[in-house]
T-cell receptor, first 116, second 112 residues
Framework: EAGVAQSPRYKIIEKRQSVAFWCNPI?????LYWYQQILGQGPKLLIQ????????DSQLPKDRFSAERLKGVDSTLKIQPAKLEDSAVYLC??????????????FGQGTRLTVV | AQSVTQLDSHVSVSEGTPVLLRCNYS??????LFWYVQHPNKGLQLLLK??????LVKGINGFEAEFKKSETSFHLTKPSAHMSDAAEYFC??????????FGKGTHLIIQP
């Protein structure tokens, strides 16, 4: 099966500009996650979707970050305006139910964002 | 609430010797536990997972981990390290249908 697709792979922007990342999860996976991984740290959950509904966005900086998954399939994550500290790899992942249990998360390759 | 503590930020072993990466967790629910590996400039790959079945879990590339509820631990081991094992390793916990909570990672260095 095809994996989680993310684009772009790399993005360089100036501070105060806006940027958007796209993710297409594995087909049929209802649960989609966005993670932020700052260099040298473990990934941090930004937002979790179940179909097109938000399950958890408690760690999403809502003054500048937004995410949507309008049709319950692909998703976009936006930052507006970007700050220097937003430089990180943004990872998308998806999970599904198997035997009534949520599977492990399958990760995309990530988008490396550099804010200058 | 859930959290993960990886007890070593760096571990260095010689090729052919055993590997031990330590992880302690806390969770309000019966947790699912995972180990992921991340090679430089590569995506996160699942090594193994515990989801309330057998407490000794075998994964890919000869790795295994043992879930010890009394010690709230899920340490990762491998009998004999290979140069290709050099990478960043993350212990991960999930309680219920929550998102995954990652540890800070352990950088594994393999000496020739």
């Amino acid at each position: 099966e095809a994996g989680v697709a993310q684009s772009p792979r790399y993005k360089i922007i100036e501070k105060r500009q806006s940027v958007a990342f796209w993710c297409n999860p594995i087909s049929g996976h209802a649960t989609l996650y966005w993670y932020q991984q700052i260099l040298g740290q473990g990934p941090k959950l930004l937002i979790q979707f179940q179909n097109n509904g938000v399950v958890d966005d408690s760690q999403l900086p809502k003054d500048r970050f937004s995410a949507e998954r309008l049709k319950g399939v692909d998703s976009t994550l936006k930052i507006q305006p970007a700050k220097l500290e937003d430089s990180a790899v943004y990872l998308c992942a998806s999970s599904t139910l198997r035997g009534g249990l949520l599977t492990e998360a399958f990760f995309g390759q990530g988008t490396r964002l550099t804010v200058v | 609430a859930q959290s993960v503590t990886q007890l070593d930020s760096h571990v260095s072993v010689s090729e052919g010797t055993p590997v031990l990466l330590r992880c302690n967790y806390s969770s309000s629910y019966s947790p699912s536990l995972f180990w992921y590996v991340q090679h430089p400039n590569k995506g996160l790959q699942l090594l193994l997972k515990y989801t309330s079945a057998a407490t000794l879990v075998k994964g890919i590339n000869g790795f295994e981990a043992e879930f010890k509820k009394s010690e709230t631990s899920f340490h990762l081991t491998k009998p004999s390290a290979h140069m290709s094992d050099a990478a960043e390793y993350f212990c991960v916990v999930r309680g219920g249908a929550d998102g995954l909570t990652f540890g800070k990672g352990t950088h594994l260095i393999i000496q020739p």
